[in-house]
């Protein structure tokens, strides 16, 4: 017995440590996942080749990392603004990729109270429908225009994650977004507004004020 013991001390020290209550286990790699990591997939949605191809990245859909009674989410504007299982919103991408992005002035940790209002903002606009239209109302939300105005009405200090582009900025002529725009726009009897502003996952992924979190 004596001497199992200082084998059973060696086994209990060098055992890795456990993952966070309601962690995303092995899906999520090694990440150290903070709040507010703002997480990007490769999205198997209808419109995602369409958003592709206007952007030139299949990183075609993006949320903000949250802790709720101890288990990991995604706060998202998917077919709503809802939570979802951090699991689930990893387990979505196609390939099974996904990339974390992080403020790099929140490298260590989040400051407290901007977390807190980061937090506040992302849980008041749940419910809210997906915007179809990408339109830069608060009414309806899609998923970067989400993230983005959640961080930057919480981070009033710090600048713009990314500047907001128009629609006469992307390119549109392809034969996807051509088509989008034929089944969204043209069957609603809406016009595309070229000076709209927009927020694509691409512009956030870029964003110089964020470090990537390595997997």
Same mark, same amino acid.
């Given at each position: 017995?004596?001497?199992?013991?200082? !084998?059973?001390?060696?086994?209990?020290?060098?055992?890795? @440590?456990? !993952?966070?209550?309601?962690?995303? +286990?092995?899906?999520?790699?090694?990440?150290?996942? %903070?709040?507010?990591? *703002?997480?990007?997939? =490769?999205?198997?949605?209808? %419109? @995602?080749?369409? *958003?592709?191809?206007?952007? +030139?990245?299949?990183? $075609? =859909?993006?949320?903000?990392?949250?802790?709720?009674?101890?288990? /990991? &989410?995604?706060?998202?504007?998917?077919? $709503?603004?809802?939570? $979802?299982?951090?699991? #689930? &919103?990893?387990?979505?991408?196609? +390939?099974?990729?996904?990339?974390?992005?992080?403020?790099?002035? /929140?490298?260590?940790?989040?400051?407290?109270?901007?977390? @807190?209002?980061?937090?506040?903002?992302?849980? @008041?606009?749940? +419910?809210?429908?997906?915007? *179809?239209?990408?339109?830069?109302?608060?009414?309806?939300?899609?998923?970067? #225009?989400?993230?983005?105005?959640?961080?930057?009405?919480?981070l009033k200090k710090h600048p713009e994650l990314s500047k907001p582009q128009k629609f006469s900025d992307l390119k549109l002529d392809?034969?996807?977004?051509?088509?989008?725009?034929?089944?969204?726009?043209?069957?609603?009897?809406? !016009?595309?507004?070229?000076?709209?502003? *927009?927020?694509?996952?691409?512009?956030?992924?870029?964003?110089?004020?964020?470090?990537?979190?390595?997997?």
């Amino acid at each position: 017995m004596k001497n199992l013991l200082p !084998a059973l001390l060696f086994c209990l020290l060098s055992a890795p @440590a456990p !993952a966070l209550p309601g962690g995303p +286990g092995a899906a999520a790699g090694k990440i150290r996942w %903070q709040e507010g990591d *703002i997480v990007f997939i =490769h999205s198997g949605s209808a %419109q @995602a080749p369409a *958003i592709a191809e206007v952007m +030139g990245s299949s990183w $075609t =859909h993006v949320g903000v990392a949250v802790l709720q009674e101890s288990s /990991w &989410f995604v706060a998202e504007a998917a077919a $709503t603004v809802r939570l $979802t299982p951090l699991p #689930e &919103f990893l387990g979505r991408s196609v +390939g099974g990729e996904f990339a974390v992005k992080r403020l790099k002035a /929140w490298e260590k940790r989040p400051a407290k109270k901007d977390l @807190a209002k980061l937090k506040t903002r992302l849980l @008041a606009e749940l +419910g809210k429908k997906y915007d *179809i239209y990408f339109e830069w109302s608060d009414s309806a939300l899609y998923c970067s #225009e989400y993230v983005w105005k959640a961080y930057n009405g919480a981070l009033k200090k710090h600048p713009e994650l990314s500047k907001p582009q128009k629609f006469s900025d992307l390119k549109l002529d392809g034969p996807l977004a051509q088509e989008l725009i034929d089944k969204r726009y043209k069957a609603a009897g809406k !016009a595309l507004k070229m000076d709209e502003l *927009i927020v694509t996952p691409l512009a956030l992924f870029n964003s110089t004020l964020l470090l990537t979190v390595p997997q």
